[in-house]
C-alpha cells in the first residue's frame, strides 16, 4: 500500500539522520505502527462479524406481516443475538441498532423496565448523532407510560425542535406537559407539532389531542388552577 511505502520511507531517512543510537525507540515506533494497523484490521473484521448477528437478528425479530406475532422461539433468539452484540460487539453501531430491536421486543412484552434499560444502554454506549433523537424520543415514552414525566422531560430536553425530528419532539413535550398537569404548554406544543408535520402527512391523533385542548378551554383551566 502507498501508506506503509511512504511510513516505511519515513522511518529510513529518520533513520539515516539520527543513527544507531535511537535503535530503540525506532522498534517501538514501528511496533506501534504496526500495532495501529492491526488494531484497524481487528475493528474491521469485528464490523463484518457484528454485521452478520445483526442480520440474523433483523431476520429473527422483523416480522413481514404485523399481524402474525412473533414466536417465542424468535424471541429467544433475537434476544440472544441482541446480547451478544452488546456483550461482544459494544462499540459498534450493530450493537446500537440491536439494541433498539430488543427495547421493542421489550415494549411489545409489556416489559417497559426491560425497555428502558435497553434505550439507556444506548445513550450510554456512543449513541450516533443521528440515531440519538430517536432514542430519546422512544425513551420518553417508555417513562411516561411508567408515570416517570420529569424523567420523561429530562430526557427530551436536550433535542432541539429544529431539526427533521421537530414534530414528534414537539409532540412528546405536549404529552409531557399534558401529564404534569400544564394544559397551555401541551396545547402550545401540539400546535407547533401540528405546523411541523410534512406536507400531505397529517397526524389525526395528534391533531385530535391538539383539539382536545381548545384555547379557551385552555385558558379556563389556567385561571382556575
Known sequence: MADDDEQLEAIKNWWKENGTSFVVTLVVAVAGIFGYQAWQNQQESSADQASVIYEDLVEAVVN??????????????????????????????????????????????????????????????????????????????????????????????????????????????????????????????????TEALPENSPSPLLEMKRDNLSPADVSVASEDS
Open 64 to 193: 413481514d406481516s404485523p399481524l402474525q406475532a412473533l414466536s417465542d422461539d424468535d424471541i429467544s433468539t433475537g434476544r440472544f443475538l441482541a446480547g451478544r452484540l452488546q456483550d461482544e460487539y459494544g462499540s459498534t453501531g450493530y450493537a446500537r441498532l440491536g439494541t433498539l430491536l430488543l427495547a421493542k421486543l421489550s415494549v411489545e412484552a409489556g416489559d417497559l423496565a426491560g425497555a428502558e434499560k435497553e434505550l439507556r444502554w444506548i445513550l450510554d454506549n456512543g449513541v450516533d448523532a443521528s440515531l440519538e433523537p430517536i432514542v430519546r424520543l422512544r425513551l420518553a415514552r417508555v417513562l411516561l407510560a411508567q408515570d416517570e414525566t420529569d424523567a420523561a422531560y429530562d430526557v427530551v430536553t436536550v433535542l432541539s425542535e429544529e431539526s427533521a425530528f421537530a414534530s414528534s419532539i414537539a409532540e412528546v413535550r405536549g404529552d409531557i406537559a399534558l401529564a404534569q398537569g400544564d394544559e397551555r404548554g401541551a396545547y402550545d406544543a401540539y400546535l407547533r407539532a
